[in-house]
């Protein structure tokens, strides 16, 4: 479902909760089209993974808007 080669950063980059704005120095990336089919209104979104987890981040603004726990 992911693409391989994105890096994973580690638990504690910053706290994984909703509305939390991340730095922008962090790389997003776009979301897998499956992950968009099953949640069509995340397809403005982009995700960078933390451990297992993938947090998905609004581009505009940095802030996290879902983490599916892995």
């Known amino acids: 479902m992911l693409r391989r080669g ?3 950063l ?8 909703v509305g939390t ?15 968009v089919r099953i949640v069509p209104e995340y397809e403005d979104y982009r995700y960078v993974l933390v451990d297992d987890d993938i947090v998905i981040v609004d581009p505009d603004t940095y802030e ?6 892995g």
């Open 64 to 69: 996290i808007v879902d983490v599916i726990r």
């Open 10 to 17: 580690a638990a504690g980059a910053f706290a994984l909760t």
């Open 21 to 35: 704005a991340i730095a922008r120095n962090y790389t997003l990336y776009d979301l897998p089209p499956d992950i």
């Open 6 to 8: 994105i890096p994973r």
